[in-house]
């Protein structure tokens, strides 16, 4: 791995190990709550605009910036010859450790859940806003916190897991997860959608995704939409730059590209329409809050009103901890690549060390969703300086301002200064002409960059949440 740059195993290692990237808890954790959010229909078209008219080309970009500098996120501009571009590898990096801060937490829960359907599924149906809560260190009966101990051990495991994917390596470690879990994770959600969309007050829930609210079309949903796709997609921290360095010259990237971000974007949708059915159908519109909670919440009634309940529910969790595993692997091995070789740590230290100090950072993300009244920071010109809970400033941070400059940095790299022709020549290399480059070439150079920062001045001089 030191002296020569590792590469992806098989073929399919590659595909297999981006979609891994991208299909995550973003995917199902995330998605549907902003879909909530966003009003449904309107949410879901802008996304479904943005996904091929900016994710694409921008995940285009990255791949190819990664494959023709081969190597890490900082160091891939300079290699180019653009070392002034710099600050988008060092941002990527940063948004990506603050990311992985609280995905591996998120990870946690999810490894709670699992034990939670295969030893209490009882307990969860009973109450399933109550035993969420309990979860994060809140008793609602009796309105009391505390420290929320077992689910930050869960947390614990689940950085433990990771740090040890690592540290073995990028092809035994990543493809291996993938292979299995991706298929299985897909065909469960069918499943999933079946059973929530019929349950009785569910179609409440599809005719809002399905109905377009002009009302919702602002430019705060556009800034969610664009984020999320972002985040999604795992573009804007430059992961894409570290996987496409370890593609070998003769794959496809345009329909590696292509496949990836349809694959990402189907799981999202269809959890999206498992999700908010089902809080339709069983907790009503206004049923849960906002945020964090949404899709284990609700899913507790999806499970409850199904055969086999509670293995569908352990199944269905544990998959979704294999889809957090690679995203959270990967995140990772962005940020550990490049200390390795730009300082020329040894892996195995430099994987504890990070996955230590990120673990103990995300206890606050973990803390501050119930247990404790901890408070960020954050700024924006319609509301000014406020103070949101912690983990919410976090996400903020990186998915609302972060991600959207990183992916901004990158579209306009190739799109003025390394060139979109490099980037088609970098494409071209696997011997297959690229149809769509003058469409990628224009998109690249206007729409994408154009939107970002359309989307975040708007969305910053009119406020950056929704209200
Ligand atoms: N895309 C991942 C998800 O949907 C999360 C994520 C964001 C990510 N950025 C990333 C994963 C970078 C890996 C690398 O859950």
Not at 65 to 87: C, E, M, P, T
Not at 151 to 165: D, E, Y
Not at 309 to 329: D, E, K, N, P, R
Not at 417 to 429: C, L, T, Y
Request: contains cysteine; proline residues 4%.
């Amino acid at each position: 791995m030191d002296d020569k740059r590792a590469q992806w195993g098989s073929k399919f290692g590659f595909i297999l190990a981006a979609a891994g990237s991208a299909v995550g808890l973003g995917n199902i954790w995330k998605f549907p709550g902003k879909a909530f959010e966003g009003g449904g229909g309107a949410f879901l078209l802008m996304y479904l605009l943005i996904v091929p008219l900016i994710g694409m080309p921008a995940m285009l970009s990255e791949l190819s910036i990664g494959r023709a500098s081969q190597s890490n996120v900082v160091d891939a501009f300079g290699k180019l010859g653009h070392k002034g571009y710099g600050w988008t590898g060092w941002m990527g990096w940063a948004v990506a450790f603050i990311i992985t801060c609280y995905y591996s937490h998120v990870g946690g829960w999810v490894l709670r859940y699992v034990f939670s359907y295969a030893i209490e599924s009882q307990k969860v149906y009973a109450d399933p806003l109550g035993y969420f809560y309990g979860m994060l260190g809140y008793d609602p009966a009796a309105e009391a916190t505390f420290m929320p101990w077992l689910v930050l051990l869960f947390a614990l495991i689940f950085m433990a897991i990771c740090a040890f994917v690592i540290i073995k390596g990028v092809e035994d470690g990543i493809e291996r997860f993938n292979k299995v879990g991706m298929p299985a994770l897909f065909l469960i959600l069918i499943v999933l959608f079946v059973r929530a969309a019929t349950l009785p007050g569910a179609m409440e829930g599809l005719r809002y995704m399905l109905s377009l609210d002009m009302a919702k079309v602002t430019p705060q949903t556009f800034l969610i939409a664009l984020s999320q796709a972002f985040y999604s997609l795992s573009l804007g921290m430059s992961i894409m730059v570290t996987y496409g360095s370890y593609l070998p010259k003769s794959e496809d990237i345009a329909k590696n590209t292509f496949l990836v971000c349809t694959m990402d974007t189907l799981v999202a949708v269809i959890a999206g329409f498992i999700v908010v059915p089902a809080v339709f159908a069983t907790l009503g519109p206004d049923g849960v809050g906002k945020g964090g909670g949404f899709a284990f919440v609700s899913l507790a009634g999806v499970f409850e009103h199904m055969p086999g309940g509670a293995f569908f529910g352990f199944l269905f969790y544990l998959l979704l901890l294999f889809a957090a595993l690679t995203s959270s692997v990967s995140l990772i091995e962005g940020i550990v690549a490049f200390l390795i070789e730009r300082k020329g740590w040894k892996r195995t230290p430099t994987t504890l060390v990070t996955c230590g100090v990120m673990f103990l950072i995300g206890c606050l993300y973990t803390c501050s969703q119930a247990a404790f009244p901890l408070k960020g920071i954050w700024f924006d010109f319609a509301n000014g300086v406020t103070f949101p809970p912690l983990c919410d400033a976090m996400e903020f941070l990186t998915d609302r301002i972060m991600i959207p400059l990183g992916a901004l940095g990158c579209c306009v790299f190739v799109g003025w200064s390394w060139k979109p022709e490099s980037a088609i020549a970098e494409v071209e290399r696997c011997g297959v002409r690229f149809r769509l480059a003058k469409a990628f070439g224009f998109l690249i150079k206007f729409v994408a960059p154009a939107a970002v920062i359309l989307i975040l001045c708007v969305s910053l001089f009119t406020g950056t949440t929704l209200s």
